[in-house]
C-alpha cells in the first residue's frame, strides 16, 4: 500500500493558522486604537486637581508624624499617673 502525502490537510491547516492569527492581530489593532483615541481625548476633571498629588500627601504625612506631640496639661498629667 502506498503512502500519499495529503497536501489538503496541510494547506487547509496553514490556511487556518494564518487566518486566525490575522483575525487575533486584527482585534489587537483595535483595542489598541480605541486605547490610544481614548487617552487623548481624555481629560481629568476640574474637581480632582484641587487635590495633592500622591508624593505630596505622603510629604505631608511625614511633617505630621515628626511634629512634637503636645505636652500634656499638669492636671491631665496628675490624673493620668494615679
Given at each position: 500500500?502506498?503512502?500519499?502525502t495529503?497536501?489538503g ?16 492581530a ?17 481629560e ?11 508624593d ?23 490624673t493620668?499617673?494615679?
Amino acid at each position: 500500500m502506498e503512502r500519499k502525502t495529503n497536501y489538503g490537510k496541510i494547506l487547509a491547516i496553514t490556511l487556518s493558522v494564518v487566518t486566525a492569527s490575522c483575525a487575533i492581530a486584527f482585534v489587537l489593532y483595535r483595542l489598541i486604537r480605541n486605547l490610544i483615541s481614548f487617552c487623548t481625548v481624555y481629560e481629568e476633571p476640574a474637581e480632582l486637581e484641587d487635590y495633592p498629588e500622591f508624593d505630596e500627601a505622603l510629604e505631608y504625612e511625614e511633617e505630621m508624624s515628626e511634629a512634637p506631640d503636645e505636652e500634656i496639661p499638669a492636671e491631665d498629667a496628675a490624673t493620668e499617673q494615679a
